[in-house]
Structure formats: C-alpha cells, structure tokens
C-alpha cells in the first residue's frame, strides 16, 4: 500500500513561503536563474554524462531550462485577481488567486534540467512548494539544481527531491498521487504511465497537469520550399537523437515533390549527423538513453522493411556499439507500419507519400494523441486550412523547432491536460476563490 514521503512532510510544513511577499519570491527566482547561468557549463556537463545529448544540445537546454525561472520570477508579480459587478447594490464580487498547495512534479530522463524548471518555476512563483521525481535515469540534474535553489537563499523544504530507482518508481508514484498533503501532481511522461497517475490522483481529486506521449505528423506540401523543409526536418526529427516529446515521428510528403524531398533529406542526414559521444564536439547524435530504446528502433525498421519500405539510408546499430543507432530514413511506408502507429523516440524518419491536402489531414488526425504538428506550404489559404484543421495542441509553419518560453506548451486528445510555460502555465498551480462581501 501506499507509504509516506518525508519530503512530502517537509514540502507541506514550508507552508509560510506562499506568504511571502510576491517581490521576494521573484527575487529568489531571479537568483536562482543567474546562477544556473553561472554555472551552466557544469550543468551541461552533467546532462551529457547522464543522458548521452550533444554538449552543444545540452548548454542550449540549460539555458532554455534556467529562461523558465526567468521568466516565471516576472511571472509571479502578475497574479491578478477580479473586481466583477454585482447585480444586487448591498453586496460586492471579489476573486482572489490562491496556490493551490504542495505539488508533486514528475519529470523524464531527456530534458532532465528544462522539464523540472518549466514546472518548479511555475509552481514557486505561484507560492507552491515542491516535491520532484526525477527520472531514474537522471537524478544528477535535479540534485544540482536543489544545490543551486539552496545557494538562491530558497526556504528549505520548498524544493525537495526524491530520487529513486526504477524498482521503486512505481510505489513513489503511487504515494505522491494518494497522499493527501499533496494537491498537485504536474507529470511529464508516456501516456501510459500518466493514465496511471491520474488512476491515483482520482481518489482524493486532485488537480493534474499532463505532458503525455506525441505522435507528431510533419506535412510537406507541394507548395513548400523544399530546402527550408529538409532543415526544419533534420532539426525536428533528430535533435536529442529523436529522443523529444515534440520530435516528428511521422513525415507525410506530396506526390510532386516527394522525391526530391527524400533525395535532399538522405544527403543532409548523412553530411550533417555525426554519431558519436556527447563530449565529442562533431557530435549531433548521441547514443540512445538504454538498450530497450535501441531494440524499440529495431523492432519499427524491421516492421516496415518487412512490409515493404525501403531503407533509404542508416538502419542499423552504429559502428560505435552500446546505444549508438545509425540516423535513419525510410521512404515507400505506409499507414499500416509500426513506425506510424505508435511514438519511436529514437533517430527513425519513415517518409509516406501523399496526393491531397485533405488525405494528408486525415493520416494526421488518425492518432489518438495530438503534442505537436509541423507543416511546410507557401499557399496562404491552405497555411490557415491546415494549421486550423490539425488535432494538435502545438503546429510548427514552415518551423521545426517551436518550444519558447513565452509559448503554451501541451497537447490535445491524449497527449495532455493543461499548459506550461507562456502566461498560462502559471494558472495550473491557482486556485481561483470568490469572496461574496455582502451588507454594504
């Protein structure tokens, strides 16, 4: 049955810091921020060593990651409540922001600083204290940062955190879904596992947030230019080793240009993409985070070759051995293959060729998740068609890369609940109460 978590105690006993003034839980959050700026090579080094990314990949998720503190430290000076008008004249309507309590924040291995920032920075700047669960695969970089959050002069007991193996993950979990000083369970993970949590989170309704598996589609109509096609492609797909939420896991071509789309995407994989150690400075590919990732890649080629794609190039395991795959592309795939069915994570572009725009659309919609969705056209009319039309939380025009700090970031269908980042990932740790102020 469940336990209990001693972080859990201590996040719910450093109740007083969501009665700190907002300017003072800003400063904190400023505080925290330049340091991680300060010590941003550190904490690369650390990402690389403990998930295999590109050092260059992991300095950029640093800095992404610390832009949440930032941003959310100027975000929590801006919590409005309401004055709304009341129809009887004796009486006044006031609404007031509330955090909601203890949050309990759930992260993956492969942004392992950026998905525990975007949260705890929403969550802190909110007045909520934290309880986060990095992934057992990468527990250094939540450490690092309650190392630097202590140098920030954060109240001990605001931020905590519980690592803990993957034998022990599930209970973990389980606890902080049922305990009831927990208010909050904010995840990042595969759908699976967040149906699971919010089993748990039912029994005592608690408030969710969830980041949940993609399956993103990546339209290239005829219109498109195909060379800032193939870029935005290289970039979407094989950044992190095609280890993102947001990576595309599918690319639907035109039949007019589909051919020399692949061409020109075969020769930028194999000039641009060097497999190698994360600390190698060539490097663009790292290794994949375990073997059972490796053996998930395997399984979709051989599928769809088994059913008649064709490798255009890559394929197999790299030279290198361990975890290190070769980047992979594959065209004649069809709606039928594993690879189009469900989410990769790993460095496997499977290329289906299409003929109408509204063909395309519903390959697109067919999933039953919906994170991110890419799209290149010049046609004006057909870049609002489709861009409206798609079952996605986040589309990318005629763009590869659209994570921001100022932008909502979810999904729709089962990929998600809620947002983060943007002016509305704060809202997730409010809660709204109304104050009736009657006999006026």
């Known amino acids: 049955g469940a336990g209990k978590l001693v972080s859990v105690e201590r996040a719910a006993a450093a109740a007083a810091f969501s009665c700190l003034p907002r300017q003072e839980r800003s400063v904190l959050l ?11 090579e550190e904490l690369a080094r650390i990402i690389t060593a403990e998930n295999g990314k590109p050092l260059k990949e992991a300095q950029g998720e640093i800095l992404y990651s610390a832009s949440f503190l930032e941003w959310f430290a100027e975000e929590a000076r801006r919590v409005y409540g309401d004055v709304i008008p009341a129809a009887a004249k004796d009486r006044r309507i006031l609404v007031l922001k509330q955090p909601v309590g203890v949050a309990a924040i759930i992260t993956p291995w492969n942004f392992p600083s950026a998905m525990i920032t975007r949260k705890v920075g929403a969550a802190l700047a909110a007045g909520c204290t934290v309880v986060v669960k990095p992934a057992e695969d990468t527990p250094l970089s939540a450490l690092a ?11 001990a007991g605001v931020y905590n955190v519980v690592p803990c193996s993957r034998q022990q993950t599930p209970a973990v979990g389980e606890v902080l879904c049922t305990d009831p000083l927990v208010a909050k369970i904010s995840f990042t993970g595969s759908t699976a596992t967040g149906k699971i949590l919010l089993k748990h989170a039912a029994g005592t309704v608690k408030r969710v947030s969830m980041e949940l598996g993609g399956h993103a589609p990546f339209i290239v109509f005829d219109s498109a230019d195909v060379d800032r096609a193939v870029a935005g492609a290289l970039a979407s797909k094989y950044r992190n080793s095609g280890q993102t939420c947001v990576c595309t896991n599918r690319f639907l071509v035109q039949k007019g240009i589909h051919d020399k789309f692949v061409e020109k995407f075969a020769k930028a994989i194999e000039r641009e993409l060097h497999v190698g150690s994360g600390f190698d400075a060539k490097t663009t590919q790292g290794p994949l985070i375990n073997e059972k990732a490796v053996e998930k890649v395997e399984r979709h080629i051989n599928d769809a070759v088994a059913q008649g794609a064709s490798i255009v190039t890559g394929g197999k395991r790299h030279s290198l051995g361990k975890n290190f795959f070769e980047p992979t592309l594959l065209s004649n795939v069809t709606t039928k293959m594993l690879c189009t069915q469900e989410e990769t994570f790993g460095p496997l572009a499977p290329v289906i060729k299409f003929e109408t725009e509204a063909e395309a659309i519903a390959i697109a919609n067919a999933a039953n998740v919906g994170l991110a969705g890419y799209f290149y056209s010049q046609d004006p009319a057909q870049i609002w068609r489709v861009a409206e039309q798609l079952e996605v939380g986040m589309v990318g025009v005629n763009e590869g890369i659209v994570s921001s700090v100022e932008s909502p970031f979810g999904g729709v269908k089962q990929s998600g609940l809620g947002r983060e980042g943007s002016k509305y990932g704060i809202d997730e740790y409010l809660e709204i109460k109304y104050i009736c102020f009657g006999g006026l």
Not at 31 to 40: D, G, I, S
Not at 145 to 155: D, K
């Open 145 to 155: 940062l309650g190392e630097l959050a202590n140098q920030a002069g954060i109240p």
């Open 30 to 40: 400023r505080r925290w921020y330049e340091l991680m700026v300060e010590n941003k």
